[in-house]
């Protein structure tokens, strides 16, 4: 069974702070994905990883894959209130048949909030 | 129009009741999912969906019960549930294979259950 462990659960900063979220796992993924979602909402795609040592840059947020393909993090810069959310990764990986349909392991999420 | 749809938002019953939660996607996708999300655990997986065939049962009591009546809708029917169960059920879309495949999960906004 993969798992994923994310760090922190919580994390609790002012605005203009930098921030990372931690996700690590024993296993190996074909991909990472991390999801946003906010209150009343459904989790929302931010970046899909799938190269070792790949690093994605979307505005103030950057995205890394570990060379291994077994941990990732997320740096947020300069963070905003609108930054407020749950950020969740997620670990694709590989069925016997080829395809994955969707077989994502989450992590359990870690809570950002950010104070004005 | 949002992509995926769910209703209701919020359900309360009993755990003798009987109800259905719905879902339909307007994206085109050829996989629906059902995931349930509960306080301080990760997203779980419960029943996955390709081409209206479930491919997938993670090993979910057969209080829950799916249906695919085609490509855009998803039920998930409920009878004699246990307050553990209380949680927010989410559904999700994805187009898996072909030139389309993104590994996206594309997820509705929830249906917050509550299980007296």
């Known amino acids: 069974t993969q798992l994923l462990e994310q760090s922190p659960q919580f994390l609790s900063i002012q605005e203009g702070e930098n921030l990372t979220v931690y996700c690590n796992s024993s296993s190996v993924f074909s991909s990472l994905q991390w999801y946003r979602q906010e209150p009343g909402e459904g989790p929302v795609l931010l970046v899909t990883v799938v190269t070792g040592g790949e690093v994605k840059k979307l505005k103030r947020l950057t995205f890394q894959f570990g060379d291994a393909r077994k941990d990732s993090s997320l740096h947020i810069t300069a963070a905003q209130p609108g930054d407020t959310g749950l950020y969740l990764c997620a670990g694709h990986y590989d069925n016997a048949g080829g395809t994955s349909y969707g077989k994502l392991t989450f992590g359990q999420g870690t809570i950002l909030t950010v104070h004005p | 129009e949002t992509g995926v749809t769910q209703t209701p938002r919020h359900l309360v019953m009993g755990m003798t009741n009987k109800k259905s939660l719905k879902c339909e996607q307007h994206l085109g996708h050829n996989a629906m999912y059902w995931y349930k999300q509960s306080a301080k655990k990760p997203l779980e997986l419960m029943f996955v969906?390709?081409?209206?065939?479930?491919?997938e049962n993670n090993s979910v009591p057969s209080r829950f019960s799916p249906e695919c009546p085609n490509s855009s809708h998803l039920f998930l029917h409920l009878h004699t549930l246990q307050p553990e169960d209380s949680a927010l059920y989410l559904c999700?879309?994805?187009?898996?294979?072909?030139?389309?495949?993104?590994?996206?999960?594309?997820f509705g906004e929830g249906s917050r259950l509550t299980v007296l």
């Open positions: 969906y390709n081409f209206k065939e479930q491919t």
């Open positions: 999700a879309s994805s187009q898996e294979e072909g030139f389309m495949y993104t590994g996206e999960l594309f």
